[in-house]
């Protein structure tokens, strides 16, 4: 299975009356490896700024997600 067919039919599945708006899978370099279309087009820096910031966890920082706050 690649990963555009997981996106596809896996990811934006409805599931109990629910899916998601958008979805993606990205490397940790910022390459896009498969995404939905709605899902924006982002610079590859942008995405890895991203992934960094939801990495770490962090005192202080936006608010947290769950129980763990990432900055």
Do not use: K, N
């Not at 555009?4 to 998601?20: A, P, R, S």
């Not at 940790?28 to 490896?33: L, N, Q, R």
């Not at 962090?58 to 129980?67: A, D, T, Y």
């Amino acid at each position: 299975m690649s990963w555009q067919t997981y996106v596809d039919e896996h990811l934006m599945c409805e599931i109990e009356g629910h899916h998601l708006t958008s979805a993606a899978i990205i490397g940790h370099d910022g390459t896009v490896w498969a995404q939905s279309t709605a899902f924006p087009q982002v610079s590859a820096p942008l995405l890895v700024r991203s992934i960094l910031i939801r990495s770490r966890p962090c005192v202080v920082g936006p608010p947290p997600i769950g129980s763990v706050a990432y900055g």
